[in-house]
């Protein structure tokens, strides 16, 4: 199954502003898409309440996964954006 | 006569009208059997559907971004995939359709909760969410702002951004929470609108619909069923108040012409219009992380001075107080390889940051000192986080060896206000961050909205510790000034120029404020005041206690 090991750039951690933008990327996506840390249960990415609860903070290390046509492609866009620091422009 | 209830003012302004009680949330009926699961489910997910259309169309009509932000987030959670299949999930295990959302919500509710911080902060909205659900499904009225069809004063236990983010200040003359604090989400946006309000109000559940009540949001006493002459009198004193203000100008004084300097917080050169901004006497704190945040490589020396240069052109003939760089690893700048931590404000920031990278100060310090050459105005610079004389010495004798003659700090850490003489002794001025000194000396992280009550500038020991700098200047002959949200409250303003605090910073947009009330009173006023501040019993105490004296002294 593809996946990605991404470091989250956003200083806040994947909450508030990061964590909204993620989950809206990741509806947007043709496949569904999950997100957890390595090791740990995966959560739905499309999920705002399954995200946050991972309660992951700020240059943390978390694993997208996809399955499916469009798998490749909705991980590169999904990757790039958690690698971002998304509170920065708010 | 019935009493009158004492809370924390936040938004200034009198409003007398009837008393509309937020609605409370109604209670979950008995668990009854489902006939029909497939029905059931249908109804629990068009429910949620229309709480999440409801909460995005709130959302787009709120004007405040801090709610429009909390009402999206919240009709994502109405929108939720998982959460709707653990509805389906429990109504098909044969629990109806109110129960099953309650116990799906209930789930992550543990589960934000036990995350602490941030996230146990979204449960109160996740809360929220779950009500508007539960009241769609029984076919209730979602608890919400009443409309009783006239001006009315909204009274309740806490408003949910929800509530406040669509508040029509025609309606509302004033509101009263019973909880909430001086920085909260209903302040904010309270004085955004205008709309006179009162938050930690005990007992404001009590005032029944219908009773008038007159809300004095600079006083924070709320009168129920006030005398015509009581409402009257309250409108002559805002009258007077607001007159005495419009008509002050000049440098700051007191009635009786002790000066207490008047000066402006700014953050960059956009917050300086071309005339620098007319009446503050100078910038007495001037954030130069404007310059650092949202870029991959540090700025360089010419690009600093520039940018220093147009401020200080914008306030020749002035004194502008520049403040080294204050970052943490709460905002990490990618040039200057921060490692994460555990408590980033108790961590390595402000002049701390120096230990490891001297060179970022030196190049800060040496920009400055040039763009300060070219200038007319009168230019020093101050640490932030400095917490021992020895810190204080250093950072005196880096500045100065780049030939900026007046060198100061802040004084944020308890530990510095301790020590203040040891401290001032090594500079030359010192200045107070109250809202930082508050998060330290009360042990309460100024992030947490549920600690705001200990984080209020009014509590007598921060106001204890400002005043043992203030004192230690004057045995100096040192200037002490304050910058932070305590030196735009006029009334706080009064206490501060009473402990012999000799410049306020402030937005400009309170000048003009503290500049009059100042001018209303003596010296003699202030130090008596200041006293009073420092030996309230508490914060609301202090803030009551002075502010009555303020309106008094009118």
Known sequence: MPQRLVTVGSSVGLHARPATLFVQAATKQPVKVTIGRSGDDPVDARSILGVLGLGVKGGEEVVLSAEGDGADAALEELAALVATDLDATA | ?554
Not at chain 2, 386 to 400: I, K, L
């Open chain 2, 1 to 554: 006569m019935p009493t009158s209830l004492q809370g924390i003012g936040v938004s200034a302004g009198l409003a007398a009208g009837p008393v509309a009680k937020l609605a409370a949330p109604p209670a979950l009926p008995a668990a009854t059997a489902v006939t029909d699961a497939a029905a059931e489910s249908a109804a629990a997910r068009a429910a949620l559907q229309a709480v999440t259309d409801d909460l995005f169309a709130r959302s787009a009509a709120a004007t405040d971004e801090v709610a429009k932000a909390v009402l999206e987030a919240q009709a994502m959670m109405a929108a939720d995939p998982t959460l709707a299949d653990a509805v389906a999930e429990r109504i098909a295990g044969g629990t109806d359709g109110p129960h099953a959302v309650e116990a799906a919500f209930a789930g992550h509710r543990a589960q934000l909760e036990s995350l602490g911080g941030y996230f146990a902060e979204r449960v109160s909205d996740l809360d929220d969410v779950k009500l508007r659900v539960i009241c769609v499904l029984l076919g209730v009225p979602m608890p919400g702002v009443p409309s009783p069809g006239h001006p009315f004063v909204l009274v309740a236990a806490d408003l949910a951004p929800a509530d406040t983010a669509t508040l029509d200040p025609a309606q509302v003359l004033g509101i009263v929470t019973e909880r909430g604090g001086p920085t909260g989400h209903t302040a904010i946006l309270a004085k955004q609108l205008g709309i006179p309000a009162v938050t930690a109000c005990a007992g404001a559940l009590a005032l029944s619909d219908g009773q008038t009540v007159l809300v004095d949001g600079q006083t924070g006493l709320i009168t129920p069923d006030p005398s015509p002459d009581q409402v009257s009198a309250a409108h002559e004193r805002q009258a007077a108040l607001a007159a005495r203000r419009a008509s002050s100008h000049g440098p700051g004084r007191t009635a009786d012409g002790h000066p207490v300097r008047l000066l402006v917080n700014i953050g960059g050169p956009s917050d300086v219009q071309a005339s620098g901004v007319p009446g503050a006497q100078g910038v007495g704190l001037f954030r130069t992380e404007f310059l650092f945040l949202d870029r991959q490589t540090a700025p360089t020396a010419a690009e600093q001075q520039e940018l220093y240069a147009q401020v200080f052109a914008a306030f020749a003939g002035r004194s502008v107080i520049v403040r080294t760089l204050d970052v943490g690893a709460d905002k990490p700048l990618p040039y200057l390889a921060q490692e994460a931590e555990e408590n980033p404000a108790l961590g390595v920031r402000g002049l701390r940051l120096a230990r490891s990278q001297p060179a970022v100060l030196e190049e800060q310090l040496a920009a400055v000192a040039a763009a300060a050459r070219g200038s007319n105005a009168e230019v020093s610079v101050m640490a932030p986080m400095v917490s021992t004389p020895r810190e204080a010495r250093e950072f005196a004798e880096v500045a100065r060896s780049h030939g900026i003659e007046k060198v100061g700090v802040m004084i944020e850490v308890p530990a510095a206000a301790m020590l203040a003489d040891q401290v001032l002794a090594e500079v030359d001025f010192a200045s107070i961050g109250t809202n930082d000194l508050a998060q330290y000396t009360m042990a309460a992280d100024r992030m947490e909205g549920r600690l705001a009550d200990l984080l209020d500038p009014w509590q007598p020991a921060v106001l204890a510790l400002i005043e043992r700098v203030a004192g230690a200047g004057q045995r100096l002959g040192k200037s002490v000034g304050v910058c932070g949200e305590a030196a735009s409250d006029p009334a706080l303003a009064l206490v501060l120029a009473g402990m012999g605090v000799t410049s306020l910073s402030m937005s400009p947009g309170a000048l003009a404020d503290v500049r009059g009330t100042l001018a209303a009173h003596t010296l003699a006023d202030c130090q008596r005041l200041a006293a009073a501040a420092v030996g309230a019993p508490s914060a609301p105490d202090g803030r009551a206690t002075v502010n009555a004296e303020l309106v008094g002294v009118s």
